[in-house]
């Protein structure tokens, strides 16, 4: 059989399975969607001259959790791939889907329920219950957005290559839209992402806050990428998940410390965007306190 084009895909206009492990967790029917398995555009991570990496869209999170030139070149991105779901979900899940799975709102995968993001028109978690609704007001739709990968690849600045529009900011695939986890159209198809030249002594690192051990989404994550010469940071990038509609990253904390704030002071800074409901009270100390943890690890010594 051979494997279809992009183009064959892309005209289809529906969605794709890639490792499945999210699609099939919706039970959507096969009718719904196309497979991407073997689509050759999408596989592979590719090497510049310059030392910059390409990751194709089908590469699974183990891979990139294991491989030693990425782990070497882009470590909070390794770190944060091995840290996420369990080592099954890690083996089929792919960057692609990392990216653009859906969000994990229980009322939202209920049918019972109808929601902004189904079409309809208000938010049932707001009258519910929800235990990890988003903690920086991002809309009416409660729903953390669910990629761990995507807040990584903020952190590094990295590009999505998406058909037909080229490279795009990763995080231009997102935004507050109460009625989507992603802004790609149906049919379009991420090649791959794109990162930068790697930069030489970085130190980095990955902490998440979770109810378990794992096999759960974070409470809260967050990724610090972080240069030291001498006694000055020269390289700040912080980014958090599990806290807003989209992934984000905290420039307030990067430029607290790139002016030699003492990191308490400047994982502090993560709380002044907060407006959380009661329910969600309890993450704004979760949020301050990951972000110190993952400063504190960059720069333990
Ligand atoms: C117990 C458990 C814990 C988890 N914990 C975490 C966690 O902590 N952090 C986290 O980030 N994830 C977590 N996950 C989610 C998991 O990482 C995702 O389900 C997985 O990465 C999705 O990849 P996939 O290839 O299986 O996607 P699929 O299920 O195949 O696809 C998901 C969606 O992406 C779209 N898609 C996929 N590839 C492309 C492409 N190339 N172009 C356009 N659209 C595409 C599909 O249309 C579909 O809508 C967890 C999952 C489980 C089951």
Not at 100 to 108: E, H, K, P, T
Not at 207 to 221: K, S, T
Not at 275 to 292: F, H, I, M, Q, R
């Amino acid at each position: 059989m051979t494997t279809p084009s992009l183009d064959d895909l892309a005209a289809l206009g529906r969605e794709f399975r890639a490792g499945g492990t999210d699609l099939m967790s919706r039970t959507v029917p096969s009718r719904e969607y196309a497979d991407l398995s073997g689509t050759p555009e999408l596989t592979g991570i590719e090497w510049s001259a310059d030392g910059s990496a390409r990751i194709g869209a089908l590469t699974t999170v183990a891979e990139i959790a294991e491989d030693a030139l990425i782990r070497a070149a882009y470590p909070a991105l390794a770190g944060t791939a091995a840290g996420l779901a369990t080592p099954q979900v890690r083996a089929a899940g792919t960057v692609g889907g990392n990216l653009l799975q859906r969000n994990r709102c229980a009322y939202f995968r209920n049918p019972a329920f109808s929601c902004h993001q189904d079409g309809g028109d208000s938010c049932p978690a707001r009258a519910g219950t929800m235990l990890n609704p988003t903690v920086i007001e991002s809309g009416p739709c409660l729903a953390p957005h669910p990629s761990s990968l995507a807040m990584a690849l903020i952190g590094y600045d990295a590009t999505a290559e998406v058909r037909g529009r080229g490279a795009v900011p990763v995080r231009d695939l997102y935004g507050d839209d109460p009625g989507a986890d992603h802004l790609l159209a149906p049919g379009e198809i991420l090649v791959g992402v794109g990162l930068p030249v790697p930069v030489p002594g970085e130190r980095a690192a990955y902490h998440r806050a979770i109810g378990r051990a794992e096999a759960e989404w974070p409470l809260v994550e967050a990724t610090a990428r972080v240069v030291v010469e001498g006694d000055r940071i020269t390289l700040a990038a912080v980014a958090v998940g599990g806290v807003a509609r989209t992934p984000l990253r905290l420039p307030e904390v990067e430029a607290a410390l790139l002016a030699g704030e003492p990191l308490d002071r400047a994982a502090a800074l993560a709380a002044d965007r907060c407006s959380p409901s009661p329910d969600a009270a309890y993450k704004v100390a979760l949020l301050t306190g990951t972000v110190l943890e993952v400063l504190e690890r960059c720069l333990d010594d």
